[in-house]
């Protein structure tokens, strides 16, 4: 069902990323293209990029009649159109995205090393991964799940399981926790819970922001659980980059032959579609060229598709042509939460035909959508990008489903054993006693009386964790889009 520009406005909000918003006094009718000067008519050629990319690849754009071939009468009244935006953010957001629930995920940057940072797992960071949580009426607690290893903050001693209200001397609220946490350094009072009453202790530590590569592997390791060789990978992003770290740790677990495997997706919020697809075939091997997953793409570029090239198999070497370590496993437990996101969603359907998945934990976010990067380029690929401006946009550009065509949409992928962690009292992860865990060899071990008693606690409320407001926050990317896709998106884009 198409949606017009009116319902778009309705439902679309303002934004947080820098503009480059145009004065209000330009003037915007009849518009030309290529106005530099102070007076004259606009430049729109950003503003083309972005139309010409959203009309080519965005998967809905059938739900955006702005974006239909024919919907202008001429370029000149395309231009109007285009002109009457305050700013290229505001074009993409309230012109040419369809709103939430629909999509969530598209987003439009500014300098688009920022995105390839993030992609390459590069951030500037203290190093300490929290949650946080609303208590009270306006107060705001954060809890540490994890630590990088030789960041900052492991430097100072931060562990898993710490707590914090305060930075800097002052108590985080609603209104400022944000702005608090951004700084470029500060200091957290550690804080405890006695008889429902938080309260600060003596402790304070000093952090600092640094540019650090995360590897994502975070924990590997083999347990011996009632004498059955568990396996155990925490695992935190699908970054490109570190797909042999991956690789080697389920090595090291096929040569201790384990006979179980719980893969930790708690805080994954995606990343890369083909680390999912080799992290799959990490886990079985008995599937190579099977159908992993399949892919829908907006009616124009379906049709250039053949039915071989709209789905990814299972493979047996990772992207740098390395063999994967594969553990032939019939059944793998995956913990999943509600940080656990697009291509971490997309490993746990994508298994699902094939072998039994255990899902532990809670309900997943459900983001079922791929994206890629588009550049202002001939064929919108980072060669031969503009050299007037750094734009970027992601948008979505494929839904999936599994090889049975199942898919889980707006809500997420539904645990079979439900488990929550608690939150002020975090056993350190990989630790046969730590909640989600124990949950997961409860049931491997047939012991199911042993998981884990859910008890929410009411005190608190989640309202965030690190990195939501990160531009590649919970996406799902190609790496690479069909060399024949981009033969065809610069034809019409000529």
């Not at 064929?379 to 946009?393: A, G, L, S, W």
């Not at 965030?464 to 610069?490: C, F, H, L, S, T």
């Amino acid at each position: 069902m198409k949606i017009n520009k009116l319902i778009l406005l309705l439902f679309l909000s303002a934004s947080v990323f820098t503009s480059c918003s145009k004065d209000d006094d330009d003037e915007r009718f009849p518009v030309e293209p290529g106005g530099e000067n102070p007076g004259e008519t606009p430049n729109l050629e950003i503003e083309n990029y972005l139309y010409d990319a959203m009309s080519i690849y965005y998967v809905y754009e059938a739900d955006v009649p702005e974006l239909g071939e024919n919907y202008f009468d001429s370029e000149s009244e395309k231009n109007e159109w285009l002109a009457s935006f305050d700013s290229p953010e505001d074009l993409f957001r309230n012109g040419l995205k369809v709103p939430a629930p629909k999509d969530r995920f598209s987003f439009i940057v500014d300098d688009y090393t920022v995105l390839e940072n993030s992609q390459s797992g590069i951030s500037t960071t203290t190093g300490m991964d929290y949650g946080l949580v609303r208590f009270g009426d306006n107060g705001v607690l954060a809890y540490v799940r994890y630590v990088i290893p030789g960041s900052p903050a492991d430097e100072a001693g931060v562990t898993r399981g710490v707590i914090f209200t305060d930075i800097d001397g002052e108590s985080m609220t609603l209104d400022n926790y944000q702005s608090l946490l951004g700084r470029d350094g500060y200091e957290i009072t550690v804080a405890e819970i006695n008889d429902n009453t938080i309260s600060n202790t003596d402790e304070t530590i000093d952090l600092t922001r640094e540019q650090l590569t995360e590897n994502p592997v975070l924990v590997a390791k083999t347990l011996d659980v009632d004498g059955i060789n568990v396996g155990y990978i925490m695992y935190n992003s699908f970054t490109a980059d570190f797909d042999d770290e991956l690789n080697a740790a389920f090595g090291e677990l096929k040569a201790e032959g384990v006979d179980e495997l719980v893969l930790d997706l708690r805080y994954n919020g995606g990343g890369s579609v083909e680390s999912a697809v080799d992290l799959s075939s990490m886990i079985t091997g008995q599937f190579n060229g099977e159908i992993f997953s399949k892919q829908t793409w907006n009616d124009l570029l379906q049709s250039q598709f053949s039915e071989e090239e709209l789905v990814d198999r299972f493979n047996d070497k990772i992207r740098t042509d390395e063999m994967i370590n594969s553990l032939g496993l019939s059944k793998v437990y995956i913990i999943g939460t509600g940080s656990t996101a697009s291509a971490s969603e997309l490993v746990m359907n994508g298994l699902a035909p094939y072998i039994e998945v255990v899902h532990v934990g809670s309900s997943t976010v459900g983001k079922f959508q791929a994206a890629a990067p588009l550049y202002d380029s001939p064929n919108f690929t980072r060669q031969n990008r503009n050299p007037n401006h750094k734009y970027v946009i992601q948008p979505l550009i494929y839904e999936s489903k599994n090889a049975d065509e199942d898919a889980y949409y707006e809500e997420g992928l539904i645990p079979d054993i439900e488990a929550e962690e608690d939150i002020v009292n975090l056993i350190e992860l990989g630790t046969p006693e730590e909640t989600l865990l124990a949950a997961a060899l409860a049931d491997i071990t047939g012991n199911r009386m042993a998981i884990p008693a859910i008890s929410y606690d009411s005190r608190f409320t989640k309202i965030g964790e690190r990195g939501d407001n990160d531009i590649d926050y919970q996406r799902m990317y190609v790496d690479e889009i069909p060399e024949k896709i981009k033969q065809k998106a610069a034809e019409l884009k000529k």
